[in-house]
C-alpha cells in the first residue's frame, strides 16, 4: 500500500513540475512575468518550444527545445530561426553589435511571422507555431518591451 501511495505521489510531483515549467496555450504565442523577467513562448502538440526570457538588467536570452534537447543561450549547441523564410544566425548571441541587430530584427519579424522554423547546430529543423506573435510580443520602443542586449 505505501509503494502505491508513494508511486502516486512521485507521478503527481512529475506531471506538476513539467506542467511549471510550461505555460500558454499549445499552438499559439504566450507571454508572462515573473522575478523581474518578462517571458515569451510558442509551443507545438510534440512539446517543442522557443523560449524567450527579457529584462531590464540581463541581456535577452533564448531557448529552443526540440525533442527534449536544448538549444541556444546556456546551451553548447545552438539554433538558427527562419522567418518567413529568411534565416537570422544565434538570434540570442547579442555580445557583439551584429548580434545584437540580429535579435532586434529577428524580434521584430517574430512580431509579423506568417512562417517560423528553427534549425539546431546538429541539423535539425522544426516547424513553429506564429499565432499571436504580434499581440504577445510588444513593439520595440513601447513600454512594454525590456529586451536588453550585450553589444
Request: glycine share 10%; hydrophobic share 35%.
Amino acid at each position: 500500500m505505501k509503494r502505491i501511495i508513494l508511486s502516486c505521489t512521485l507521478s503527481t510531483l512529475s506531471t506538476l513540475s513539467c506542467l511549471a515549467m510550461a505555460f500558454g496555450e499549445i499552438g499559439q504565442w504566450s507571454s508572462g512575468w515573473g522575478q523581474g523577467v518578462s517571458e515569451y513562448n510558442v509551443s507545438d502538440a510534440q512539446g517543442n518550444s522557443l523560449y524567450i526570457a527579457c529584462s531590464e538588467d540581463r541581456p535577452v536570452s533564448m531557448i529552443l527545445t526540440l525533442n527534449g534537447q536544448e538549444y541556444g543561450s546556456y546551451s553548447e549547441q545552438g539554433f538558427d530561426l527562419l522567418i518567413d523564410g529568411q534565416e537570422i544566425q544565434t538570434p540570442y548571441d547579442t555580445a557583439s553589435r551584429v548580434g545584437a541587430n540580429n535579435f532586434l530584427f529577428a524580434w521584430e519579424a517574430l512580431r509579423k511571422a506568417r512562417t517560423l522554423q528553427a534549425k539546431t547546430s546538429d541539423g535539425q529543423f522544426i516547424d513553429l507555431p506564429t499565432q499571436g506573435s504580434v499581440k504577445t510580443l510588444p513593439a520595440q520602443g513601447s513600454a512594454e518591451y525590456v529586451c536588453q542586449t550585450e553589444g
